[in-house]
């Protein structure tokens, strides 16, 4: 049998100390359910907060590059738009050049060279003019250093990057620079030179969709990543709501259980005072 005390409540101390452990409870759970989350600090679970901001830096990593892969693509979308016109440019040269190669068109062989002249300016103006953020597309100057394409969480060529490669398209960039069709000599050789620039061009054409067919690959496989990483957060991070509801209906009867016993234990130092005044 338990002795009377006026100076240690035992009674009132263990229901005190159980009190606040079940109030520290009830603070945790109310987070966890307000938030959606059964981690909010490290202090919840150390482990799983490290692995859980360490998926969350490579989502956000991975997002980073899925955006540099839309704009690669909308890079290369550009720069096959800017040809596409090139060779449309060409093949009225082409045209304007096997008129000038017949022996029939002497008079009028001037202003065929006029029109020549002035769509041939046309190509260098859109091969210098062509740029995408800032970069200029077809000024031949990609045709060594490319454009860097960072996709991946590293620094691994081919792994986390690559580089968009493709040359010029100026008239000097297609062996057309000199190329004229003031005399039939003149005209039966542009129509060669002509054809070497349709095919170089064609193939560039050809290059930038096959870009393109990377990047899309590259852009499905980033998605994929970022979706198996969310839901390992989710895995990890999400709270449990039933259970968390449950523990929460307990934790309040508890606390309110915990509340009454304590008023009646903080008491028992008064009954004392009530014998000893023989009340």
């Known amino acids: 049998m338990s002795k009377m005390s006026v100076n240690f409540n035992p009674s009132a101390e263990y229901a005190a100390n159980n009190l606040a452990e079940v109030e520290r409870r009830l603070e945790k759970e109310t ?20 692995v859980r901001e360490k998926m969350r830096a490579d ?14 693509a909308s890079l290369a979308q550009t720069a096959e738009g800017a040809l596409g016109s090139v060779v449309n440019i060409l093949t009225r040269m082409k045209q304007l050049a096997t008129q000038a190669a017949s ?8 202003a065929i060279q006029a029109e020549f002249s002035q769509i041939a300016s046309e190509v260098d103006r859109i091969a210098n003019s062509t740029q995408f953020n800032g970069i ?12 860097r394409i960072q996709f991946g969480t590293g620094n691994s060529s081919g792994s986390d990057y690559f580089y968009l490669t493709f040359g010029g398209a100026r008239l000097q960039d297609l062996g057309l620079a000199s190329t004229a069709v003031d005399s039939q000599t003149n005209a039966q050789q542009a129509l060669d030179s002509i054809d070497g620039a349709i095919d170089t061009l064609n193939q560039q054409v050809a290059k930038l969709g096959a870009y393109q067919n990377r990047l899309e690959d590259i852009q499905a496989n980033l998605q994929v990543s970022v979706d198996n990483l969310q839901a390992a957060d989710s895995a990890i991070s999400d709270t449990d709501m039933a259970q968390a509801m449950m523990e929460l209906t307990r934790d309040q009867v508890l ?6 016993i304590l008023a ?9 005072l009530s014998l000893l005044l023989g009340k």
Do not use: H, M, W, Y
Not at 136 to 147: C, E, F, P, R
Not at 255 to 260: E, F, H, P, R, V
């Open 136 to 147: 200029k597309l077809l000024d031949n100057s990609l045709a060594q250093t490319g454009v």
């Open 264 to 272: 009646q234990a903080s008491n028992l130092p008064g009954q004392a």
């Open 59 to 72: 989502v956000a990593v991975l997002k980073k590059g899925l955006e540099n892969v839309q704009q690669g």
């Open 103 to 110: 022996a029939n068109v002497n008079s009028d062989r001037s």
């Open 31 to 50: 987070d966890q359910i307000s938030s959606g989350q059964q981690i909010n600090s490290a202090e919840d679970n150390a482990a799983g907060f490290a």
């Open 255 to 260: 606390s309110q259980a915990g509340t009454a």
